[in-house]
C-alpha cells in the first residue's frame, strides 16, 4: 500500500525559491501517476504539476508554468517540487498524490494523498 509523505514547506519571499518533497513507503512511485495539488482557504484543490508512470512530458497548471518544476527520483523513490519565482498566489497547502499510472492533474485519478506542507509567500 503506498504512502505518501510531504516536507519541505515553509515560509518564503516573494520572487524566492523552495523545494517541496515527497517519500514514499510501501510501493515505488514509478508504478503510478503521481503530482502535485494545492488548496488555499476558500478555494478548491488545484492540480499543479503531474507526471505518469512512464514519465513522458509533465502536466504544469497555467498558473506556474515556467516557474515550477516537477521532478521523479526512483532510487529515493521520492517525488519533487521545484518552485521557483514564487508569488503570493503561490501561498497553499500542497498535497503529492499518487493514482492511477495515467493520471494526469484529475484530482478524481488520484486515491492516495499525503497529509500536506504549508507553503506561505510573503509579498
Known amino acids: 500500500q503506498l504512502q505518501l509523505v510531504e516536507s519541505g514547506g515553509g515560509l518564503v519571499q516573494s520572487g524566492g525559491s523552495l523545494r517541496l518533497s515527497c517519500a514514499a513507503s510501501?510501493?515505488?512511485?514509478?508504478?503510478?501517476?503521481i503530482g502535485w495539488f494545492r488548496q488555499a482557504p476558500g478555494k478548491e484543490r488545484e492540480g499543479v504539476a503531474c507526471i505518469s508512470s512512464s514519465g513522458g512530458t509533465p502536466y504544469y497548471a497555467d498558473s506556474v508554468k515556467g516557474r515550477f518544476t516537477i521532478s521523479r527520483d526512483n532510487a529515493k523513490n521520492t517525488l519533487y517540487l521545484q518552485m521557483n519565482s514564487s508569488k503570493p498566489e503561490d501561498t497553499a497547502v500542497y498535497y503529492c498524490?499518487?493514482?492511477?499510472?495515467?493520471?494526469?492533474?484529475?484530482?478524481?485519478?488520484?486515491?492516495?494523498w499525503g497529509q500536506g506542507t504549508q507553503v506561505t509567500v510573503s509579498s
Open positions: 510501501g510501493s515505488t512511485l514509478d508504478h503510478y501517476g
Open positions: 498524490a499518487g493514482g492511477d499510472d495515467k493520471a494526469m492533474c484529475g484530482s478524481h485519478e488520484y486515491d492516495v
